[in-house]
């Protein structure tokens, strides 16, 4: 089992460019969640999807948003990316919301 | 606001030592946490989860959690270089992480 992975690993955009993280899980979860990481910031939610077919706010949404395509995908779209939106972004997957969650390898966007 | 805050350290240990990893949280509310460990460049992965006040034991980790006083600590006795990492605390109702602890255990 791959478990959570994610697409791209690395990514550059411009300002105002647009693109789509991808992530998807095979351990059946029905969680799923986007989450940022920033240096001295921990990691702050950024949207989750409690099971297939819904999806809600966490912390951090301005800029973001995002589609449970099914119940093992769950892709996080910048429509116009910002400089602040640089960061480390984790996929997770969990059985059912709050529980245990398991993170995807990340992926390391800059916005130049 | 909600709060999840930990010391970011860095705490450095000898080799063999007892590393005391501490969290405070602010919203009264919260009912049970997670710890989670990340090595440099990795994703976080989980090591001990609790809801109970009192101490939670698992192999060399032991969680402690007291509800009154709003914090909660991470253990790890005879510690090992092969735990210098960044400690994550969370809080599991809100999914709210803290800023994480970097942990060095010097051989």
């Known amino acids: 089992n791959a478990g959570v992975t994610q697409t791209p690993k690395f990514q550059v955009l411009k300002t105002g460019q647009s693109m789509t993280l991808q992530c998807a899980q095979d351990?059946?979860?029905?969680?799923m969640y986007w989450y940022r990481q920033d240096p001295g910031m921990g990691l702050r939610l950024i949207y989750y999807s409690a099971s297939e077919g819904t999806t809600d706010k966490g912390e951090v949404p301005n800029g973001y948003n995002v589609s449970r395509l099914n119940k093992r995908e769950f892709s996080l779209r910048l429509e116009s990316a910002a400089p602040s939106q640089t960061s480390v972004y984790f996929c997770?997957?969990?059985?059912?919301?709050?529980?245990?969650?398991?993170f995807g390898p990340g992926t390391r966007l800059t916005v130049l | 606001q909600k709060e999840v805050e930990q010391n970011s350290g860095p705490l450095s240990v000898p080799e063999g030592a007892i590393a005391s990893l501490n969290c405070t949280y602010s919203d009264r509310g919260s009912q049970s946490f997670f710890w989670y460990r990340q090595y440099s460049g990795k994703s976080p992965e989980l090591i001990m989860f609790?809801?109970?006040?009192g101490d939670k034991e698992d192999g060399r980790f032991t969680a402690q959690l007291n509800k009154a006083s709003q914090y909660v600590s991470l253990l790890i006795r005879d510690s090992q270089p092969s735990d210098s990492a960044t400690y994550l605390c969370?809080?599991?109702?809100?999914?709210?992480f803290g800023a994480g602890t970097r942990l060095t255990v010097k051989p």
């Open positions: 969370a809080v599991r109702n809100d999914m709210r």
């Open positions: 609790i809801y109970s006040n």
């Open positions: 351990m059946n979860h029905n969680s």
């Open positions: 997770a997957s969990g059985l059912a919301t709050y529980n245990e969650q398991f």
